[in-house]
Structure formats: C-alpha cells, structure tokens
C-alpha cells in the first residue's frame, strides 16, 4: 500500500470497521414451575424462526429495564411481572442488517419474573413462545454468552 493509501486506511476506514456496538435490552422471562424450579421463555426470531429472548432497542422516555418489560409485552405477551432494574448479565451478537452489512450490537439482559401471560398480544401472530428449563433454553440459543448466562440460572 502506498503512504497516502495507507494513512486513509489506519486513519479512516479502520476506524469505521471498529465502530462500538449498538444497544439492545432483553427480558430474561422467568417462572417457577409446579416442581420449583425454574423455567425461561423463550420466543422465536421474526426473520429466521429461532429462539431467543425478547429485545429490542432502547425507547423514549424509558429506561433500559422498562424497555425490556415492553418487548416482553409486545413480543412474548408478559402482561404482569417485576423487573429488576440491574442488568443480569449482557452478551453480543453481530446483527444482520437491511442493506446486507451486519452491525456488532451489546444486548444488556434484564430479569423479569413473570406473573401473568397474555394470549393476545401485538405480535401473537408473528411468533411461538415456549417456556423450558434453563438448560434446555441455553442448548436452544444461538449465541454463546447467552448460552452462558441461561446456565447460570
């Protein structure tokens, strides 16, 4: 590479590939089943059909833990629960984008221990929703470090 193409590349370019990732929240949706144990839900991807946790960007006027109890509502049906309003744990994943470019994106996991579910919600007919066990949810997942933190449960 030549000086000035060089200098572009370090100075410009790079930088641009590095950018810091874009930030999500999702609801770590959780019960106690008849046993006593613990149980996730877990909903699928619009896009692709797999399994993830409900999430979403940050909204107006919200917290971080607010916006998680919102995507749980719109896209999950969680009608009544508390939220914690530390993050659980964080993990990342590389989102695909409209144009075909994937975008790094933090996603922090806030813990919302569910009350009641609805039937009807925004998105009933957009997606299934399943409740299992922490490990069975974690062999479900796609992402390692969301993998990681169901097994902590």
């Known amino acids: 590479m030549t000086g000035p193409l060089k200098k572009a590349w370090a100075e410009m370019v790079q930088p641009l590939l590095r ?22 839900l877990l909903i699928t991807s619009r896009d692709t059909g797999r399994w993830v946790l ?14 998680a109890r919102t ?4 896209e999950a049906g969680v009608k009544a629960a508390s939220v914690s309003t530390e993050p659980y744990g964080v993990y ?15 996603v922090r996991v806030y813990r919302i221990d569910v009350e009641e579910l609805s039937d009807v919600y925004p998105e009933t007919r957009e997606r299934a929703r399943l409740w299992l066990s922490p490990q069975m949810a974690a062999a479900r997942v796609a992402e390692p470090e969301l993998k990681a933190l169901l097994r902590q449960l």
Request: charged residues 35%; contains cysteine.
């Open 92 to 106: 990342h994943y590389d989102k695909r984008l409209d144009d075909g470019y994937s975008a790094p994106v933090e």
């Open 19 to 40: 950018r810091p990732p874009e930030l999500q929240v999702a609801a770590l949706c959780c019960r106690t089943a008849e046993d006593g144990s613990t149980e996730v």
């Open 71 to 74: 995507e749980a509502w719109e």
């Open 54 to 67: 409900p999430k979403g960007w940050l909204m107006e006027d919200m917290n971080a833990a607010e916006a």
